[in-house]
């Protein structure tokens, strides 16, 4: 019988540095911010030397709980409170995007519609009306909205394909095939990057070519906050797959015994219906 599953205390790890350290780095690099955004350059020498202590944290970090798993110290009671934990964690997340589409919704039914019918406002914005795409009363400029096909429907495609490329890479791990284990965890990495160039490439047109920006009122704020989190969260989401793809190359995880992939795939999973939320309320509607 597994040892691991009849144990009858739960493995807490030694003391360690590494969350004192990543807040230190935090800190460093929101000073740095702070004295960025008030014109003195120096700022940047604390951010860059934030990221860099935040990097060395994570792997240092991410490396114990790596030895820790492969030593045999997790069983079922923590694989089961990994479990809740991503689970909760995954939750805040659907919070987080779900504010931001709040906050569309709201702008899309009320505040436009409700300016663009009160008689007192025709005096101070003639001829604004509540068809949306809108980026307000008030706002002279000119600006194209992004179409939902095109670079939209391709990056869609790209994110519904890399769900199916680490779930074959899953059932790969569970009947221990190696080799297609990494195949398809590399195919899905690939993918996340490619979403990543497109949506960069996106962005460079919608500065230049549509005058869409960040500060295109109601419409570019809600368009940029969501897509743009998104994209932070789609570049975390392969960055942790690439630490599993090597952790995999190294041999690491069991058929039986796997969550920090599952975890990572979870996320992955989440991060694919957050992008066809985004399609269809932003770029289609």
Known sequence: MDHSTTRTHYAVPQPMPWPIMGSISLFFMALGAVFVFNGFMGGWVSIAGGVMLLIYMMVRWFGDVARESEAGKYGAWEDLSFRWGMSWFIFSEVMFFGAFFGALWWVRQYSVPDLATIESNALLWPGFTSKWPSAGPGFAEAFTPMAAWGIPAINTLLLLSSGVTVTIAHWALKVDNRKQLIIWLAATILLGAV?????????????????????????????????????????????????????????????????????????????????????IFVYML
Not at 220 to 241: D, Y
Not at 255 to 260: A, E, L, V, Y
Request: aromatic content about 22%.
């Open 195 to 279: 979403f990543l160039a497109l949506q960069a490439y996106e962005y460079g047109h919608a500065y230049s070519e549509l005058n869409l920006k960040l500060t295109t009122g109601a419409y570019g704020s809600t368009f940029f906050m969501l897509t743009g989190f998104h994209g932070f969260h789609v570049t975390c989401g392969a960055l942790m797959l690439t630490v599993i793809l090597f952790r995999c190359i190294a041999g690491h995880f069991k058929p039986d015994h796997h969550f920090g992939f599952e975890g990572v795939a979870w996320y992955w999973h989440f991060v694919d219906v957050v992008w066809l939320g985004l399609f």
